[in-house]
């Protein structure tokens, strides 16, 4: 069974910086792309960051892009979030969540191409 759990949410104020984590019992975690995902209340759950292998494949959301980096550590079955120089838009629940197989092709940056999914972690960016 699929458990997917992030951690390392809070209150931060702008300009700060903040590392979400995403701990995975998966099996064969290696064989999958993980992802990032944030949702605010009323709206619909938007792609951050996917990661297929770490020094290789890596696409990110143009909003986040230059100031969010993905990372993993497939030895541990985590995935990483590093968030810097968050703005007040930056506020909503991310949710980490497994992807498809790392040999498909293109960006996975849609809901539907994500499996399972944790329970997400509240990010507040506020002065």
């Known amino acids: 069974q699929v458990h997917l759990e992030e951690s390392g949410g809070g209150l931060v104020q702008p300009g700060g910086s903040v590392t979400l984590s995403c701990s995975a019992s998966?099996?064969?975690?290696?064989?999958?792309?993980m992802g990032w995902f944030r949702q605010i209340p009323g709206k619909e759950r938007e792609f951050v960051a996917a990661i297929v292998e770490s020094g290789g494949r890596i696409y990110y959301a143009d909003s986040v892009k230059g100031r969010f980096t993905i990372s993993r550590d497939n030895d541990k079955n985590a995935v990483y979030l590093q968030a810097n120089s968050l703005r007040p838009e930056d506020t909503a629940v991310y949710y980490c969540?497994?992807?498809?197989?790392?040999?498909?092709?293109?960006?996975?940056?849609?809901?539907?191409?994500?499996?399972?999914w944790g329970q997400g972690t509240q990010v507040t960016v506020s002065s």
């Open positions: 998966i099996a064969t975690f290696s064989s999958y792309i």
């Open positions: 969540a497994r992807g498809p197989s790392i040999y498909f092709p293109g960006a996975p940056a849609e809901v539907s191409d994500y499996v399972y």
